[in-house]
Structures are given as C-alpha cells and as structure tokens.
T-cell receptor
Framework: DQQVKQNSPSLSVQEGRISILNCDYTNSMFDYFLWYKKYPAEGPTFLISISSIKDKNEDGRFTVFLNKSAKHLSLHIVPSQPGDSAVYFCAASASGAAGNKLTFGGGTRVLVKP | DTAVSQTPKYLVTQMGNDKSIKCEQNLGHDTMYWYKQDSKKFLKIMFSYNNKELIINETVPNRFSPKSPDKAHLNLHINSLELGDSAVYFC??????????????FGPGTRLTVL
C-alpha cells in the first residue's frame, strides 16, 4: 500500500525548458512534504520542502506546489539544466507520527538534454 | 570530511551468513536512521535512534538489529541473510529528529547482494 506515489517513472526535457514532476499521496495525516534528488551511487539529498499550511514554496529554480484537496504536489524546475539529470523522490511526513518518519514515493528519473 | 558515511559500499555474501553495515555521521546530529531501497526503488524506513534510544521500529524481521554505541554511530547487523535482503541500505541523520520537519541527510548507501 503505497501512500506516496510518483506515477511517472521518467521524464525527458530539453535544457532551458521547464521540468514538472508530480506526486500524489493518500494519507490525509501527511502535513509536510519534501523533494529529494539522487545521483547514481550517491544518497538522496534534500532539495525543497513545503508545509501543509502553504500552497507554494520557491527556492531559486525550484518551486513546489501543494494542492491539499487533491492530495497532490508538484515540483517545477525552471530552467532545467543538464546537472538536474537525476532521480527525484517525493516524500511526506506527519506531525502526529512518532519520530521523523519519511514515506517516499518510487522516484522519477529526469533526463535533461543539452 | 564526509557528513554521513557508510561502510562497506558493496557487500556480497552467501545466504545464511551474518553481516554488519556501519554508519557514522560527523554532523553532531542527535538522530540516525536506516532505510532500505528495494528492487522497485522505494525507500522505506526501518529504524531510527535518537541519542542512542530507539524511536522508530518499522515492521522489520528480527534478524535485523540496529546498534547505536553512541549518537554518531548507528550500525545495522543482519543475521541469517536471505535472498530478499538484497537491496541498497541507506543511513541518514537529522539534527534533532523528534520534529517532523527536521531535514534528513543521507549516506551514499550500501549495496547488499545475497547469493
């Protein structure tokens, strides 16, 4: 029972264009959402996060949008650069849960073509 | 000066053996975690320790036993290895770990292959 889903396993985009990654969740207790980026043979690195009290958070070229009613969030990368080629994981946590437990989606592989 | 390090990076072993994976963080964080990335690429939490105290213990076979000698180290010991234990295991740490917004920093992973 996957509570966080990334339905697009891969995405290919031209350099300079926008990359849009999507994530859906089913657990209504989730109230904090994160995106992690992962290069091959490395661990995931934190990219950006958003609390459920917001619907948008921006950090440079990266913007995360949250639609609570649809239980959907997306990550926009503008403009996309070749160095953005990686696997992106969506993750969620709940304030009411014990500890700092992250539930991850299955990842979306992004390829940015020069 | 790696923040979260794991050893070994690769581990190939026979079914039935016992093995350990070590994790160390030099960030001064209070909480450490173990995640398993299975063949479908999902990262799933296994355990977390806060200042050497077990906080999260997901439904993991009791063949897996975490050990935290101090707050900078969290080792994972696996007894009687099975084929299904083959995966990439990631260690992570966070500053406090008791708040759900605390950023987790991951190690490079250990690829375990059970033959």
């Amino acid at each position: 029972d996957q509570q966080v889903k990334q339905n697009s396993p891969s995405l290919s985009v031209q350099e300079g264009r926008i990359s849009i990654l999507n994530c859906d969740y089913t657990n209504s207790m989730f109230d904090y959402f994160l995106w992690y980026k992962k290069y091959p043979a490395e661990g995931p690195t934190f990219l950006i996060s958003i609390s459920s009290i917001k619907d948008k958070n921006e950090d440079g070229r990266f913007t995360v949008f949250l639609n609570k009613s649809a239980k959907h969030l997306s990550l926009h990368i503008v403009p996309s650069q070749p160095g953005d080629s990686a696997v992106y994981f969506c993750a969620a946590s709940a304030s009411g849960a014990a500890g700092n437990k992250l539930t991850f989606g299955g990842g979306t592989r992004v390829l940015v073509k020069p | 000066d790696t923040a979260v390090s794991q050893t070994p990076k690769y581990l190939v072993t026979q079914m039935g053996n016992d093995k350990s994976i070590k994790c160390e963080q030099n960030l001064g964080h209070d909480t450490m975690y173990w995640y398993k990335q299975d063949s479908k690429k999902f990262l799933k939490i296994m355990f977390s320790y806060n200042n050497k105290e077990l906080i999260i213990n997901e439904t993991v076979p009791n063949r897996f036993s975490p050990k935290s000698p101090d707050k900078a180290h969290l080792n994972l010991h696996i007894n009687s290895l099975e084929l299904g234990d083959s995966a990439v295991y990631f260690c992570a740490s966070s500053l406090l770990g008791v708040t759900y917004t605390d950023t987790q920093y991951f190690g490079p992973g250990t690829r375990l292959t059970v033959l």
